[in-house]
């Protein structure tokens, strides 16, 4: 980075409850592509390669008629919150044979199995009980999944995820699961107007996954850091963020407020 010009990349969490829904093909292929270029000129300014930034649109909330428009837009791999809502998506879209999903919420010990029978991806995972749980369903499918482990990169007490001081010891126990391939990290960072704070969280993540790369296990990889949403997913970028996960921005704002998916008392503002 160049000392001489600090990125002030703004947060969009102004547009937080604001983004025009999509609904039409067209508008999801323009708001496809508006964040496409977005990723682009961030990687820019920081000299990375977009191809290295993978998009990950998240569906949740959104009906099936808004799912399949998406679809028919050329997403294949969508987000989903909630392990319940996601299964019972790719069950009613079980003729979009290449539709693949990914669960990015917390998961319980007694969704497990769900989890173990359709997603391609968990980027939620913080415990052992749920390391264990997975692995063991997973086993019983004949599946592997990918998994990220969830870093709490901004002390908010009320958000998922481990305290970066416990990762070196929960990544150390992760090996005994081998339907689990550990890709890297993924965060949520800190739901603020000040970028500067939100870029923190980002930061933290890539240091912690610069600092553990140098002493673990040979089967697990921390090549990938998912960060970054509608409103922060640029400055995500130049902080090296390999996949975003971007709702609104690509469907629209979503009509549940958000603390249905982060148990929070955070001072968010209003949301939605
Ligand atoms: C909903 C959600 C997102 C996307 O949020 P948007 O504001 O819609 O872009 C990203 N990550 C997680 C874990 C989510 O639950």
Redesign the pocket.
């Known amino acids: 980075m160049n000392a001489d010009a600090p990125l002030e990349t703004p947060t969009l969490h102004d547009q937080?409850g604001r983004w025009p829904q999509a609904e039409s093909v067209a508008d999801f292929r323009r708001n496809l592509a508006d964040v496409h270029a977005r990723i682009a000129t961030a990687c820019l300014r920081v000299g990375r390669d977009p191809t290295h930034v993978r998009l990950l649109p998240?569906s949740?909330t959104k009906d099936e008629a808004s799912v399949r428009l998406s679809y028919a837009a050329g997403c294949r791999l969508l987000?989903e919150?909630k392990p319940q809502e996601a299964y019972q998506k790719w069950e009613a879209m079980a003729d979009l044979t290449d539709l693949q999903w990914s669960v990015?919420?917390h998961l319980q010990t007694n969704k497990a199995k769900l989890v173990a029978r359709f997603a391609t991806e968990f980027?939620?995972l913080d415990s052992l009980r749920v390391a264990e749980a997975l692995d063991r369903r997973l086993q019983a499918e004949g599946r592997a999944l990918d998994v990220f482990v969830q870093v709490n990169t901004s002390g908010e007490a009320s958000k998922y995820g481990l305290p970066p001081d416990e990762v070196a010891t929960f990544l150390k126990a992760l090996p005994a699961f081998t339907a689990l391939r550990v890709r890297g990290f993924m965060t949520?960072a800190l739901f603020s107007a000040e970028a500067e704070r939100v870029r923190q969280c980002f930061v933290l993540l890539r240091e912690l996954r610069d600092r553990l790369s140098q002493d673990i296990p040979g089967e697990i990889s921390l090549d990938e850091l998912s960060m970054g949403?509608?409103?922060d997913y640029e400055i995500a970028i130049e902080e090296g963020a390999t996949i975003v996960?971007?709702?609104?921005?690509i469907f629209g704002a979503?009509s549940t407020p958000d603390a249905h998916?982060?148990p929070s008392t955070v001072e968010h503002g209003p949301r939605c």
């Open positions: 937080h998240v949740k987000g919150n990015i919420g980027q939620a949520l949403m509608s409103g996960r971007v709702g609104q921005a979503r998916y982060w």
